[in-house]
């Protein structure tokens, strides 16, 4: 396969490390949020969670496509999904958080849309006209994750004191994970100069902004600044990424070179 | 049989649709319930072995299928429980009744999905039965049920088209992923089979639900169709269908073939499935665990009435 | 590698299927007694819990170890344990069973360990040399880990209302699985007949004997005959199994052929 | 310093062994309390980031050793709680000081095992750090926890060159096993580098633990003479440490190294480590969860006793 054209002033190296990270991303918190299906506390969140979840791997299809493309080396999404190890996955460390109650993962699921949301409504206007498209799509179907899940986090922080000690525990857990969204390296530097995503930084205050109405709606209260885990954008995770991948992968481990 | 049950009668008789807040007879009324909270809980429960393979989906566009369809089978589930509540049942009572064993859910579900060729399997035998089921129910006399039917129908049809589709890459695959499918439909037959339930001889209600239009066909009529239908798909996927007796009856225009195992279906019913333990747990864990998160919902509700109403009072 | 000699009264298939059930009863059970590592309620139980999956794990070398000698197609005890697939995988179904509470861990062990005890000492008879020496060494560990879970058992049983609860719920749960020990089918008969195995049967009434005197002194109330579970001889799992596969043959999947 | 303490520290000077029911000065009996159960409460933390790969081990062989190690620890922990029990403190509440907060453990086992090199590098530089601190624990002045060290020194050895024996095994295999040691060395070489704690400077404790025999080397001298050790054995694996001011001082006859990072040291310490809350977490539900099977030996226990006292009256 030849390689792929990509955008004339920014580094293969750096556009793939974006796109691994968006699109793992997508596939690890659409792993964990399908892990629900039928185990969820109503009908119509079994509904919603399969939604989601549905809206995220069809997020990773676009977004590992691309990678492959970019890589140029005729990897495709499926491969970039099914055989790579934890190490070279590039997503961040709150996604990979374990499900625990349904109110850590609807806040899991809060704090990411948020940050989500805002990064692809500036990804529609990225230099790179693959991910602009991309963006795009996706843009609308995290909008609607994004009001549904500050939705069920207000109602929830302001319901009985037993869910809103579930949700302000969940928040604190959480908490320390969000950092990692805001993080630049070299590579972000590189395509934010060229236009082809946000600085990571200039998310910051309107996420705060989107989480700190939300959370006053709620009744819960912020936790304070502190230490910030991070590692996952450099292929540094937790010990719960092995054992989502050794599951997801084990047809494509097993039965080598098959098609499905 | 008064009058009003055979001006009843004669209104189903006539192809008519009842609705909900028409008379109907208690029996009839009963009957649907039983019928059509036993078929959401299936839906609902039947989202358990699927879902058991969505975190090992083999590729990315296999896994979205699958969520796709398990997804549906959920949104059956609400439109069956609401077509329910139309005839005076909540659906925390019919999820009471599941959890406490009262109410059942299809049999089939208490089988385990063991491998990905069981996922193909499930869709083209399991939704094959039941639409093969549910087909004639879309002419049902109750009009709820019957619209709820119509729309459930189109979309079982695409799931066994997908789940015949996924079977199909396979059979052309490697000699691994051929014996996966073959393994699969072994284990998948005869329980496919035991879904239209015993013979008609042995079957309780079915005589009154013929007349009220709640059952149309006898399961042995169904059961004919579904054999007569899937063989010729078996053959074109290369499979064997392990029934020794299987073939063809010219003079019936039909496959002749062996009686399914009754004993393991009773035993099933009875709570002796292989998952039956497992599925029912998984249910009541989830609803168990989502106590707080309804309360939650609930209380919020109230809260924001109230905040509502004072603000109304205060404009006034 | 030249076919390995193998008891001459006997066909290589029935021998084989033998040494997979025993062999895959030691990983399997094996693999869920090391889930508890570190996680057991007490320090003496963490150090009796390693050693008895450092048992099992040690047998199925042997036992996995002796059937690849007599499949005779150079497959090591490897090769067995992390790359078959669930179907052929040939444990019965009670020892893929999830570990959930202590009690239900120790009562699995307990209704394991005194069949285990029973086909273990009669193996040590066995016609077939080299079964006959495994036994012999196996035997020894298994005698110890049928006082351990017994004496737990009684003593839980015949302890605290709550712990007795347990026990009678975890006995009741594992109750319908251990059918499956007792039952034989032409494999069996075949070897049986030669003396290389105990009729499956013929180890019930001792089964029932060490089981019903334990669960007098625990106070617990034996289970009415009722029905039993089967499939895991002929590999038709429960659900369980295809999850501990993706997690133990990850590293054997992922870098195929490597050394470690 | 009073007679008795005189009398004391000359003892610790000639070299006796201090022994359970013996005077010591109470500042002597903390620090060793704290200690002693530090270190057995590390043993027991140390069981779950190699624990985390026991089920995922790549060979039978190698499951069986790590299964043999992680007993090992647990065994460790369990010398250790009964030495530190001579002194005057139950097993529980060092538990309860650990669920609590106010017990540490090793920071070391707050970061992850991500790989299976990580498993032979834990052996090879965890317990090599370990072994270089706790072998002149081996002539600490407390008998009881001396004598508990010989024993663990000489098995923390095996370990260690069990661990070096799997990273050996792992860089002659391919490419991307060898990756994955330097990988694993990448992350653990400054943790283990931490594990002698800050430089004497900034350690709190030192000079008192010196001069009672509990402490015999500085931390900066112990970690000289790991780097020293540890360097050679890197080269041999063809591993690169990631140090880039290390290099060899003639005229020291060692090593100069880099500074650790200590910021993240004492954020580590501090509970901001990448596993602080899980590992924790997991020691507490173990604790929680088992109370009603402690409480259930206990009862049977009491009843046993209860028991064998009135069948011995009955007897008389």
Chains 1, 3 share one sequence.
């Not at chain 1, 899991?108 to 991309?134: E, G, M, V």
């Not at chain 1, 969204?181 to 070299?186: N, Q, S, V, Y």
């Not at chain 2, 589930?77 to 909540?90: K, P, Q, R």
């Amino acid at each position: 396969m030849a390689v792929a054209a990509f955008h004339p002033s920014v580094s293969q190296a750096a556009l793939l490390e974006f796109l691994l990270r968006i699109g793992d991303n997508a596939l690890i918190l659409g792993h964990r949020v399908s892990e629900w299906c039928g185990h969820s506390p109503a009908l119509e969140e079994d509904i919603a969670l399969s939604n989601t979840a549905l809206d995220l791997i069809g997020q990773t299809q676009l977004w590992l496509g691309l990678a492959g493309e970019v890589e140029g080396k005729g990897r495709s999404a499926d491969d970039l999904a099914y055989l790579r190890d934890g190490f070279d996955f590039r997503n961040i460390l709150l996604v990979e958080r374990p499900n625990a109650d349904f109110g850590k993962t609807l806040m899991r699921q809060f704090l990411f849309d948020a940050w989500h949301y805002l990064l692809l409504r500036a990804l529609r206007d990225s230099s790179d006209k693959r991910i602009a498209d991309i963006a795009e799509k996706a843009f609308k179907e995290v909008s609607y994750h994004l009001d549904r899940s500050r939705d069920l986090v207000i109602r929830l922080g302001d319901g009985t004191t037993e869910s809103h000690r579930r949700m302000q525990e969940a928040l604190e857990d959480h908490w320390p994970y969000t950092g990692e969204m805001f993080l630049a390296d070299g590579f972000d530097a590189e395509l934010a100069e060229a236009g082809v995503i946000p600085a990571p930084e200039s998310l910051k205050a309107g996420w705060e902004e989107i989480i700190s109405e939300a959370l006053l709606e709620a009744t819960l209260k912020k936790p304070a600044d502190g230490y910030m885990h991070k590692g996952g954008r450099r292929g540094v995770h937790t010990e719960y990424l092995g054992f989502i991948l050794s599951e997801m992968q084990f047809l494509q481990r097993a039965y080598p070179g098959a098609t499905w | 049989m008064d009058q009003q049950e055979r001006a009843f009668q004669e209104r189903i008789d006539a192809g008519q649709k009842i609705e909900p807040k028409e008379w109907m007879p208690e029996g009839y009324r009963k009957t649907l319930v039983r019928q059509i909270s036993q078929h959401a809980h299936s839906e609902i429960v039947g989202q358990l072995p699927e879902g058991n393979w969505i975190t090992r989906a083999p590729t990315l566009e296999r896994k979205a299928i699958l969520l796709a369809k398990v997804q549906d089978e959920a949104g059956h589930g609400l439109y069956l429980y609401c077509a329910a509540e139309t005839l005076g049942i909540s659906r925390d009572q019919m999820y009471e009744q599941l959890h406490s064993g009262k109410a059942k859910y299809s049999s089939i579900f208490n089988y385990p999905t063991l491998t990905w060729a069981d996922i193909g399997t499930v869709g083209w035998l399991v939704d094959g039965a039941a639409i093969m089921n549910q087909v004639p129910l879309q002419r049902c006399s109750y009009g709820p049920y019957a619209r709820a039917m119509v729309r459930i129908c189109k979309e079982e049809s695409f799931h066994q088209r997908q789940g015949y589709d996924a079977l199909m890459r396979m059979v052309k695959g490697t000699p691994a992923q051929k014996a996966m499918v073959q393994d699969a439909l072994n284990r998948w037959w005869w329980p496919a089979l035991m879904m239209f339930g015993p013979s008609d001889d042995a079957s309780v209600h079915s005589a009154q639900s013929m007349a009220w239009k709640i059952k149309q066909n006898s399961n042995d009529e169904l059961r004919q169709k579904f054999v007569d239908q899937t063989v010729p798909q078996a053959k074109y996927l290369g499979l064997t269908i392990p029934d020794p007796d299987l073939k063809w009856n010219e003079e019936k225009g039909g496959y002749d073939f062996g009686e399914p195992d009754w004993e393991e279906f009773f035993n099933v019913i009875a709570g002796n499935g292989p998952c039956n333990a497992e599925r029912l747990n998984a249910r009541k864990k989830a609803w168990e665990d989502g106590a707080w998160f309804r309360d939650g919902l609930s209380a919020h509700a109230e809260k924001a009435a109230a905040r509502r109403a004072s603000s109304k009072i205060a404009a006034e």
